[in-house]
């Protein structure tokens, strides 16, 4: 093996291990900050700068995560129909809980917990399609035809600016049963994993 060809080798492999040691990073960080399930973000006022109001119908909990824009690079990996990928060399995700929940009403509790702004769209999965699988235009962004509703409004409810980290955002919606998506639609969010299925049922 030539000197170059070694190189190539051991960057490659540098390269792997440190995409592990994000990934063990970032499930660490967005266990402790309660991003994960239940209801553990809005336990402490340490983990938001605010809280939702009571809750109309089901809760479901949405934590919003980052590991920001590390190495540089574009600010969205491009259309990529929807693959998880990266953000420069940022992580991201969309985490729901529960995702299940009865039809009627159901209000999202959404936390950014990362240092960028974040949103959450509700769109209606197509019977053959899966969280993941749009298609991602030039502007970095899905369609968001059919929406039937977003956490957008830092400290509010409904559509905004986008949601400032360490901020709260809610909104409630009456779903059908069915299949959704929940997703963040900034620019390259989506195509870097920001996304979940949460099931509707009868």
């Known amino acids: 093996m030539t000197p170059h060809r070694r190189r190539d080798v051991w960057m490659a492999i540098a390269i792997a291990v440190a995409a592990l040691v994000l990934g063990v990073a970032t499930t660490g960080l967005m266990a402790a900050s309660g991003a994960f399930h239940g209801p553990a ?54 985490v729901a809980h529960p995702t299940t929940v009865p039809a009627g009403k159901v209000t999202l509790r959404v936390v950014n917990a990362g240092s960028l702004t974040h949103e959450v769209i509700v769109l209606p999965l197509p019977a053959t399609g899966n969280a993941g699988e749009r298609a991602v ?23 905004g600016d986008g949601i400032a980290p360490g901020a709260a955002a809610w909104t409630t919606v009456t779903l059908r049963p069915g299949r959704y998506e929940l997703l963040c639609n900034v620019p390259g969010h989506y195509a870097a994993g920001m996304y979940a299925e949460l099931d509707v049922t009868g």
């Open 41 to 94: 973000p809005f336990r402490s006022a340490r983990s938001t700068r605010c809280r939702p109001p009571a809750v109309t119908g089901t809760a479901v909990d949405v934590g919003v995560w980052d590991r920001g824009r590390m190495m540089g690079g574009p600010h969205w990996p491009g259309p990529n129909n929807g693959r998880p990928g990266r953000q420069g060399m940022g992580m991201m995700r969309l």
């Open 137 to 159: 235009g030039a502007d970095g962004r899905v369609s968001e035809a059919g929406s039937l509703g977003e956490a957008s409004r830092t400290c509010g409810s409904g559509a």
